[in-house]
């Protein structure tokens, strides 16, 4: 068995606290959030049963953990309103909005420049 399986292979929870699989070998009946989400359903205030681990370079520890829950107690998505439908918007219209020249961007702006691409490099705009 290599060493890296060893280390997330804790089904009993004894090392980690709790129940802990490698990656895509978690028990049927457990899904993340994301699996969950993709067959319409949501966590619904259960609590964590499980975690998968997998090793990660883009952390500094090295290693990565996500949340398993029961998808037998998972609940149904709950529908979106209009008023939901309508604070979604209103967000995504101040996500493209550029707080210099208040023109509708088109794409969500970027934090890195906090300001449209025309308005950050208006040097480059030129016309030839």
């Given amino acids: 068995m290599p060493a890296a399986f060893a280390e997330c292979y804790d089904p009993t929870g004894a090392r980690h606290g709790i129940p802990t699989y490698p990656w895509r070998l978690a ?24 975690q998968v681990m997998f ?12 949340y398993l829950y029961r ?5 149904p998505v709950r529908p979106m309103t209009p008023g939901r439908a309508a604070a979604l918007a209103a967000a995504m ?29 208006p040097e480059d705009q030129r016309v030839l």
Avoid: N
């Fill in 71 to 75: 998808v037998d107690r998972a609940l």
């Fill in 27 to 50: 028990p049927d009946g457990l899904a993340t959030r994301r699996q969950l989400r993709a067959h319409g359903l949501r966590p619904g205030g259960q609590p964590v049963v499980a």
């Fill in 93 to 121: 219209l101040a996500r493209r909005t550029c707080p210099t020249c208040r023109q509708d961007a088109g794409y969500c702006i970027p934090t890195s420049l906090g300001e449209c691409v025309t308005c950050a490099y």
């Fill in 55 to 66: 090793h990660s370079r883009r952390r500094k520890t090295g290693v990565q953990v996500g």
